[in-house]
């Protein structure tokens, strides 16, 4: 499975930014984004299942979405009235449908200022 993020940046406290990331090579069951800031552990933000359920981390409901189009092979996460401590480092992540394996995407960098 080869996994393609992309939509990082920087952007000032209150904007927004929309993440996207491309799998190919299997179906995949669930597809989730990850964060991880300077000296902190990496943490999950959001994840979505092939059914479309999603979860949140308590940080972000309210202001983040997942999506995902499954005829793309794709997850989106829109990200709204952002904060500086939304600073980090974001990755996705997929479980595939039949072997349950996980893959991680390389990571986009998301930049808050104040």
């Known amino acids: 499975v080869q996994l393609q993020a992309s939509g990082g940046g920087l952007v000032q406290a209150g904007g927004s930014l929309r993440l996207s990331c491309v799998a190919s090579g299997s179906i995949i069951d669930v597809m989730g984004w990850y964060r991880q800031a300077p000296g902190k552990q990496r943490e999950s933000v959001a994840d979505?299942?092939?059914?479309?359920?999603?979860n949140y981390a308590d940080s972000v409901k309210g202001r983040f979405t997942i999506s995902r189009d499954n005829v793309k092979n794709t997850v989106y996460l829109q990200m709204n009235s952002l904060r500086p401590e939304d600073t980090a480092v974001y990755y996705c992540?997929?479980?595939?449908?039949?072997?349950?394996?996980?893959?991680w995407g390389q990571g986009t960098e998301v930049t808050v200022s104040s």
């Open positions: 979505v299942t092939l059914a479309g359920s999603t």
């Open positions: 992540k997929v479980r595939t449908l039949f072997r349950k394996d996980h893959y």
